[in-house]
C-alpha cells in the first residue's frame, strides 16, 4: 500500500470515529444546543503584579462566599450546606445548617445572613441559626441557581439566578457550569426580593451566567458579571435598560464586591486558551467537548488559578493581583486586609488589603 492511499485511509477512519464520537456518546446535557462566540483576546492591563501575602485563615472545604456581621465575625458556607462562623484564631463553630450549597452571603440591615442557596433559593439566617426560606420561584419558574446577591439601602435585596436549567440537581457533578459555558446560550435571571411585601421579581433575563451583583454608589444602578461573556453589565434600576460596563474582562469572574471608595473587586478564574481559541468559537468543537469526561472539564482536585482585578468606578482596571491558587471566588474586606472565597478549594484565606 502507498503511503498516499495509507493516509488517505487513516483520515477516514479518524472521520468515522469523530463521528461515531458525536453521534452516539450522548452528552450529559440533553438536549444540548451550542452557539458558537469568538471571546477574542482579554483586555490589557497596565498594571499586573502578583498577589502578595496570601495565607491560610482556616481550613475548610469550599468556602466560596464570606461575610462579616457587625461585631466583626467571619461567616462562610461550605460544600455540605453548611454555614460556619469564625472565632478569634480561625477556629469554625457551627453557626446554621442551610442545605443545598450555599454561594453568595450577605448581612442585612437587621443583622440576618442572606443566602443565595445552589438549588434551594435565597434564605435568611437569623443571628441564632434558625434557616427561612425568603423564596425559590420568581416569574412562575423555580430559582435554580442562587448565586450571588447584594442588599440596597432600602433593603431590597438583588441577586442572580444564574443558570434557568442546569444545577447539582438536574445534572449529577460539579461540571453544569462548565456545560453553560460550552452551550453558550443565555438562561440567566436578575432577580429582586421586596422584604417588605415578600414578593420576588425578575428584572433582566437572556443573561450568561449572571454571577457577581453589586449595587453602584448612587443605588441608581446594578452591576452583574456575566462570568460566560467575559463583562460586567450595568442594569439601570429607573428604566430597566442595560449597557457594557466592562468587557473583555481578562479572566472568568465570580464575586464581585463594592469597596468604601467606590473601587470594585472582582476574583476572577483564569481564562483557558484552548478553551478560548479551539473550542468556543465553533459549535463542532463544543459537540466534542461536552462529550468529554466531566472529570477532564472540572477537575475539584486540581482547581484552577486565579486573580483580582481593582476596578474603578468607571469601569477601568486599576490593577491584576495575579497567581492565586486557587481562584478567589470572593474577596470581601476585613479589618486592614482582604479575605478570599474558594469555590473547590480546602481553605478559607487572607491577604492584606491593596490600596
Do not use: C
Not at 453553560?180 to 425578575?202: Q, W
Amino acid at each position: 500500500m502507498n503511503l498516499k492511499r495509507a493516509a488517505v485511509i487513516g483520515l477516514g477512519a479518524a472521520a468515522l470515529l469523530a463521528g461515531a464520537f458525536v453521534v452516539f456518546l450522548r452528552p450529559p446535557v440533553d438536549p444540548f444546543d451550542p452557539i458558537a462566540w469568538d471571546p477574542g483576546p482579554p483586555s490589557e492591563i497596565a498594571h499586573v503584579t502578583p498577589a502578595a501575602g496570601v495565607s491560610s485563615l482556616a481550613a475548610l472545604p469550599g468556602p466560596e462566599d464570606v461575610a462579616v456581621d457587625s461585631a466583626g465575625r467571619i461567616h462562610t458556607g461550605l460544600l455540605d450546606g453548611r454555614i460556619v462562623r469564625l472565632r478569634p484564631g480561625g477556629w469554625p463553630e457551627p453557626f446554621a445548617e442551610v442545605g443545598g450549597r450555599p454561594l453568595g452571603l450577605v448581612f442585612d440591615a437587621r443583622g440576618h445572613l442572606l443566602v443565595a442557596n445552589h438549588g434551594v433559593g435565597l434564605q435568611s439566617v437569623a443571628p441564632d441559626g434558625t434557616v427561612t426560606l425568603l423564596t425559590d420561584t420568581a416569574g412562575g419558574e423555580p430559582i435554580r441557581f442562587a448565586n450571588d446577591l447584594a442588599v440596597a439601602a432600602d433593603g431590597t435585596v438583588y441577586f442572580s439566578d444564574s443558570n434557568s436549567r442546569l444545577n447539582n440537581s438536574t445534572l449529577d457533578g460539579s461540571a453544569f457550569s462548565v456545560y453553560d459555558f460550552l452551550e453558550g446560550r443565555p438562561r440567566g435571571r436578575l432577580l429582586r426580593y421586596d422584604p417588605a411585601a415578600k414578593t420576588t421579581t425578575v428584572l433582566a433575563e437572556g443573561l450568561y451566567f449572571p454571577n457577581g451583583v453589586v449595587v453602584t454608589d448612587d443605588q441608581r444602578a446594578l452591576l452583574v458579571v456575566e462570568s460566560t461573556r467575559y463583562r460586567v453589565t450595568r442594569y439601570s434600576l429607573a428604566d430597566g435598560t442595560t449597557t457594557t460596563f466592562l468587557d473583555r474582562v481578562p479572566g472568568i469572574g465570580d464575586g464581585f464586591t463594592r469597596l468604601p471608595d467606590g473601587r470594585l473587586l472582582l476574583g476572577v478564574y483564569d481564562r483557558v486558551p484552548l478553551l478560548d481559541e479551539r473550542i468556543l468559537p465553533n459549535v463542532w468543537t463544543r459537540w466534542l467537548a461536552a462529550r468529554l469526561p466531566a472529570a477532564l472539564l472540572a477537575d475539584e482536585d486540581d482547581p484552577i488559578a486565579g486573580s483580582i482585578l481593582v476596578i474603578a468606578p468607571d469601569g477601568r482596571i486599576e490593577r491584576r493581583l495575579s497567581g492565586i491558587d486557587p481562584a478567589p471566588a470572593n474577596v470581601v474586606p476585613h479589618g486592614k486586609g482582604w479575605l478570599l472565597g474558594s469555590l473547590q478549594g480546602g481553605e478559607l484565606r487572607t491577604m492584606p488589603a491593596v490600596s
